[in-house]
Nanobody
Framework: QVKLVESGGGVVQAGGSLILYCVGS????????MGWYRQSPGNHRELVADISSVGSTNYADSVKARFTITRDNAKNTVYLQMNSPKPEDTAVYYC????????????????WGQGTQVTVSS
């Protein structure tokens, strides 16, 4: 199992900045892709950004040029730098990873964090 714990959420003014953190921990595992999703009331969970194990990134069009995803493989940590957030970025942000986990054999699985609330005030 991989446990993902997010931090860094809160209230930020539009045009400000905020950084989200997510740390993975558990038994024997190798994290592959990591990413951030978000969900606001009445909407489906949507991809914000993801990053491969070698650093290739992918962003939702709505956050390109404003948000930056990075990761530290040695620390099993992924970050989301949110610059110039807008009120429409208000949502619960969830950390995600795909990983190979070793119990008696290696298995692929996907994991989610509990989510962290981000509120952007206008």
């Amino acid at each position: 199992q991989v446990k993902l714990v997010e931090s860094g959420g809160g209230v930020v003014q539009a045009g400000g900045s905020l950084i989200l953190y997510c740390v993975g921990s558990g038994g024997t595992f190798r994290i592959k892709a990591m990413g951030w999703y978000r969900q606001s009331p009445g909407n489906h969970r949507e991809l914000v950004a993801d990053i491969s194990s070698v650093g290739s990134t992918n962003y939702a069009d709505s956050v390109k040029a404003r948000f930056t995803i990075t990761r530290d493989n040695a620390k099993n940590t992924v970050y989301l730098q949110m610059n110039s957030p807008k009120p429409e970025d208000t949502a619960v942000y969830y950390c995600y990873c795909s990983a190979q986990v070793y119990t008696t054999i290696w298995r692929n699985n996907e994991y989610w964090g509990q989510g962290t609330q981000v509120t952007v005030s206008s």
